[in-house]
């Protein structure tokens, strides 16, 4: 009996080593796989060669974007995501306007591996939030909406057309990796913009069409109602401080 116990209790043990190793693993894998920081950093920070400027010109030194630019947020959204827009501007599968239609050229002149190391890079950066200053946008002419009407959008979606935008993108927007991306405290511009190319098909890169089938039923007021909320959302609660950490 005592060797019956003996031999269950390290079966047991194996048992358990070989999940964790295998959590482990699959937690790695999740994170950032096969990711060179220091590289993504170079080509974030000094661009490559003559045929990629340096991200930050557009996205910032921290990686929270430009306003003027409808650059986005790229620091910490999420890694898989991060992949998937830089490989799918590479391939032709998401095409954007304005100024953004140069990430198709220099997505492209990117190899696999330093869209990864660029990837893995900008899911490190951590620093203080650059909020879009929507005053300042307003003042200038912008339309911002109301934001306690897009937290309405956020937290319970839109009766019989419209999920919660939280149902996917978790509380706030902060994300649910590895599939959804943070879009809490994203550039207001580029929320709107994105919402809207959703809504026109224009862009059309999205996992089963999900984005597309939730806003073709956002109105004008919505997009701007969601972006107003979304770009200055706090990420906790008042009665817990704490940002679960995730693998994004």
């Not at 937690?27 to 170079?42: D, F, M, S, T, V």
């Not at 590479?90 to 997505?107: E, N």
Request: glycine content about 12%; proline content about 4%.
């Amino acid at each position: 009996m005592r060797t019956f116990f003996r031999k269950n209790a390290v079966a047991t043990l194996l048992t358990g080593v070989a999940v964790l190793f295998l959590g482990t693993a699959l937690a790695e894998e999740n994170y950032l796989p096969g990711a060179i920081i220091a590289n993504g950093k170079k080509i974030y920070m000094e661009g490559k060669g003559d045929s990629v400027p340096a991200c930050m010109t557009c996205h910032g030194a921290n990686g929270w974007g430009m306003e003027a630019l409808a650059a986005p947020r790229l620091a910490g959204i999420g890694f898989p995501y991060v992949v998937k827009q830089l490989s799918d501007l590479a391939g032709g599968k998401r095409v954007p306007s304005g100024a953004g239609a140069v990430m198709l050229v220099y997505a492209g002149a990117l190899s696999e591996q330093e869209r990864r190391d660029v990837a893995g890079y900008v899911n490190t950066l951590t620093g203080p939030a650059e909020l879009s200053d929507l005053k300042e946008l307003k003042d200038s002419g912008t339309v911002i909406g109301e934001r306690y009407l897009g937290q309405a959008i956020v937290k319970y979606g839109v009766l019989g057309k419209v999920s919660a935008c939280s149902s996917c993108h978790g509380f706030n927007g902060r994300g649910a990796a590895p599939l959804f991306p943070v879009i809490g405290q994203q550039k207001y511009t580029y929320l709107v913009n994105q919402l809207n190319n959703w809504r026109d098909e224009s862009r059309n890169n999205d996992p089963y069409a999900m984005m597309r089938k939730m806003a073709k039923n956002l109105t004008d007021a919505d997009i701007v109602n969601l972006a107003t909320y979304l770009s200055s959302a706090p990420t906790t609660t008042g009665g817990n401080s704490v940002v679960p950490t995730t693998t994004q």
